[in-house]
T-cell receptor
Framework: AQSVTQLGSHVSVSEGALVLLRCNYS??????LFWYVQYPNQGLQLLLK??????LVKGINGFEAEFKKSETSFHLTKPSAHMSDAAEYFC?????????????FGQGTRLTINP | ETGVTQSPTHLIKTRGQQVTLRCSSQ?????VSWYQQALGQGPQFIFQ???????GRGNFPPRFSGLQFPNYSSELNVNALELDDSALYLC???????????FGPGTRLTVT
């Protein structure tokens, strides 16, 4: 079975500081990995995806993530936080490759930006 | 290009009642998945529909059922509502060959 663990349910950074949101996955097959963002009272928006091509993936709004197989990690980073980045972030893994492509989500990390 | 839409936005039901939630997939997407997101939790997979048939199901009881129509829109039906069914219900659409899914804004269901 596939699973995702997000380390830290709440992360708080100052505006302009580095954002680092941690995600570790478990998968018996090569995974497809995703980061989604959810603003209050809204659905989920895809930030970026890893699909076995380049290990460093760039997404929208200046976010990027690096797939590290040896560490089973897919951490999300942004060099300089902006107030508009305040939201809930979810890491997800997809699989299996055959059959329903269901997403398995982590518990989420709430990102707060301090002025 | 039209994104995923869901209706209604909010819904209040009484325990024991039945509810139907609706979803229109993104243009060109023929696969629809439904997720339940309880407060403070990540979304949980309910089931997926492809070509009008159920194509996988999560750990949800049979009182959760669905339909997909020829235009790829979908319905989620929940019978005999329980208080724990209170959640945000998310619909997502995708292409069958792609792993990424695109989500609608969700329907907030409150069961009293």
């Amino acid at each position: 079975a596939q699973s995702v663990t997000q380390l830290g349910s709440h992360v708080s950074v100052s505006e302009g500081a580095l954002v680092l949101l941690r995600c570790n996955y478990s998968s018996s097959v090569p995974p497809y990995l995703f980061w989604y963002v959810q603003y209050p009272n809204q659905g989920l928006q895809l930030l970026l995806k890893y699909t076995s091509a380049a290990t460093l993936v760039k997404g929208i709004n200046g976010f990027e993530a690096e797939f590290k197989k040896s560490e089973t990690s897919f951490h999300l980073t942004k060099p300089s936080a902006h107030m508009s980045d305040a939201a809930e972030y979810f890491c997800a893994v997809s699989g299996p490759r055959q059959g329903a492509q269901k997403l398995v989500f982590g518990q989420g990390t709430r990102l707060t930006i301090n002025p | 290009e039209t994104g995923v839409t869901q209706s209604p936005t909010h819904l209040i039901k009484t325990r024991g009642q039945q509810v139907t939630l609706r979803c229109s997939s993104q243009s060109g997407h023929n696969t629809v998945s439904w997720y339940q997101q309880a407060l403070g939790q990540g979304p949980q997979f309910i089931f997926q529909y492809y070509r009008e048939e159920e194509n996988g199901r999560g750990n949800f009881p049979p009182r959760f059922s669905g339909l997909q129509f020829p235009n790829y829109s979908s319905e989620l039906n929940v019978n005999a509502l329980e208080l724990d069914d209170s959640a945000l219900y998310l619909c997502a659409s995708s292409l069958p060959s792609a792993h990424e899914q695109y989500f609608g804004p969700g329907t907030r269901l409150t069961v009293t």
